[in-house]
């Protein structure tokens, strides 16, 4: 029998990662420190010294959605100033620098594999007259930081509805565009490239999915992930992938892209878990930016335990990371 050796991750890159992530905590603990030293006494200095998106157009025919928090969301410029989206570089401040370049209009979505319907749709023609929901969500990364987002969309069930899965179905993989034009980050080695995500199929049609199309009243700002994006406010912030081109219904469990860099470290699941630590860091507390310190107690399934939970009931949430 031949064994194959498949190391997934090669040595350089989980120092890479590790050095970005030390490199962070300590520019969050330079600013802090900055900010003591400077007197700021509103304690939000780390992302107010970035340039935040520019406006572009508004929506329309958005109605409020019950499914929202009523904790007060985070601001235009937090939201827009501190994202992770590694086309555009590995720093949380590098979207907003560079993702100028990408270009949301027009923007196709081809929709592929166990579908009755296969399909191609043009965004423009498909969000004409379409009623939008606002849904404020927590949103909580795997870094521990999290914020409060008044997200702009429509169920992921109700396209995928339209498109009839095949009974083959279990699964649905997700794609974002993969241009070095548009995305110079495509160029370092960060990542296998596309970025590639997935859910499993009842997850998908669960009523708390979106796709994404807006924030505050507004098309998505380029760093947010224009201009359609996924939403799972339950799981950690990687799985809500950006700038979506393909979603693909399959039969075999997708492996997601930081899964498939690091898979000791992340997940398929990924449902945020006070319980369930990150190998290099705990999970039980995050930061709400813009503050500081991590002091806020991670609640399971990011707060949603009520809605999501019976998804995972027979299941070891420890194993299924
Ligand atoms: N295509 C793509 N999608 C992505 C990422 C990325 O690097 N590329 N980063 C993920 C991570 S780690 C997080 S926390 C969220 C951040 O979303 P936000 O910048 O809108 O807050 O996007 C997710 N979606
Ligand atoms: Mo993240």
Same mark, same amino acid.
């Given at each position: 029998?031949?064994?194959?050796?498949?190391?997934?991750?090669?040595?350089?890159?989980?120092?890479?990662?590790?050095?970005?992530?030390?490199?962070?905590?300590?520019?969050?603990?330079?600013?802090?420190?900055?900010?003591?030293?400077?007197?700021?006494?509103?304690?939000?200095?780390?992302?107010?010294?970035?340039?935040?998106?520019?406006?572009?157009?508004?929506?329309?025919?958005?109605?409020?959605?019950?499914?929202?928090?009523?904790?007060?969301?985070?601001?235009?410029?937090?939201?827009?100033?501190?994202?992770?989206?590694?086309?555009?570089?590995?720093?949380?401040?590098?979207?907003?620098?560079?993702?100028?370049?990408?270009?949301?209009?027009?923007?196709?979505?081809?929709?592929?594999?166990?579908?009755?319907?296969?399909?191609?749709?043009?965004?423009?023609?498909?969000?004409?007259?379409?009623?939008?929901?606002?849904?404020?969500?927590?949103?909580?990364?795997?870094?521990?930081?999290?914020?409060?987002?008044?997200?702009?969309?429509?169920?992921?069930?109700?396209?995928?509805?339209?498109?009839?899965?095949?009974?083959?179905?279990?699964?649905?993989?997700?794609?974002?565009?993969?241009?070095?034009?548009?995305?110079?980050?495509?160029? %370092?080695?960060?990542? =296998?490239? &596309?970025?590639?995500?997935?859910? /499993?199929?009842? !997850?998908?049609?669960?009523?708390? +999915?979106?796709?994404?199309?807006?924030?505050?009243?507004?098309?998505?700002?380029?760093?947010?992930?224009?201009?359609?994006?996924?939403?799972?406010?339950?799981?950690?912030?990687?799985?809500?992938?950006?700038?979506?081109?393909?979603?693909?219904?399959?039969?075999?469990?997708?492996?997601?892209?930081?899964?498939?860099?690091?898979?000791?470290?992340?997940?398929?699941?990924?449902?945020?878990?006070?319980?369930?630590?990150?190998?290099?860091?705990?999970? %039980?507390?995050?930061? =709400?930016? &813009?503050?500081?310190?991590?002091? /806020?107690?991670? !609640?399971?399934?990011?707060?949603? +335990?009520?809605?999501?939970?019976?998804?995972?009931?027979?299941?070891?949430?420890?194993?299924?990371?």
């Amino acid at each position: 029998m031949l064994i194959r050796r498949t190391p997934n991750i090669r040595s350089s890159e989980v120092t890479d990662k590790a050095t970005y992530l030390n490199r962070r905590e300590f520019i969050r603990a330079a600013a802090a420190a900055t900010a003591v030293v400077s007197g700021s006494l509103a304690g939000e200095p780390l992302v107010h010294a970035q340039q935040p998106a520019p406006h572009r157009r508004k929506l329309d025919n958005i109605r409020k959605s019950p499914f929202s928090t009523t904790e007060q969301p985070n601001s235009w410029q937090q939201i827009t100033t501190y994202n992770n989206f590694y086309e555009f570089g590995v720093n949380y401040t590098d979207a907003s620098k560079y993702a100028k370049s990408l270009r949301p209009e027009p923007w196709s979505i081809a929709m592929e594999g166990e579908l009755a319907r296969p399909a191609v749709w043009h965004l423009e023609d498909v969000l004409k007259g379409k009623v939008l929901e606002e849904r404020i969500y927590r949103h909580r990364c795997v870094e521990a930081w999290s914020m409060v987002i008044p997200w702009v969309g429509f169920p992921l069930r109700d396209l995928l509805t339209q498109l009839q899965p095949t009974s083959r179905a279990r699964f649905v993989e997700f794609t974002t565009l993969n241009d070095p034009v548009q995305m110079p980050g495509l160029r %370092s080695p960060a990542l =296998r490239w &596309p970025y590639v995500e997935g859910l /499993r199929l009842d !997850e998908a049609m669960h009523p708390l +999915a979106i796709l994404a199309v807006g924030l505050y009243d507004e098309v998505l700002p380029n760093q947010d992930g224009a201009p359609i994006r996924l939403v799972v406010p339950w799981k950690y912030g990687f799985k809500s992938i950006k700038s979506i081109v393909k979603i693909r219904l399959v039969e075999q469990q997708p492996v997601n892209s930081w899964q498939r860099i690091a898979p000791q470290e992340y997940g398929f699941y990924a449902n945020v878990n006070p319980k369930v630590d990150h190998p290099r860091w705990s999970q %039980s507390k995050e930061v =709400r930016l &813009p503050g500081f310190f991590r002091n /806020r107690p991670t !609640e399971l399934f990011n707060g949603y +335990a009520d809605q999501v939970a019976s998804l995972y009931a027979a299941m070891d949430l420890k194993r299924n990371f």
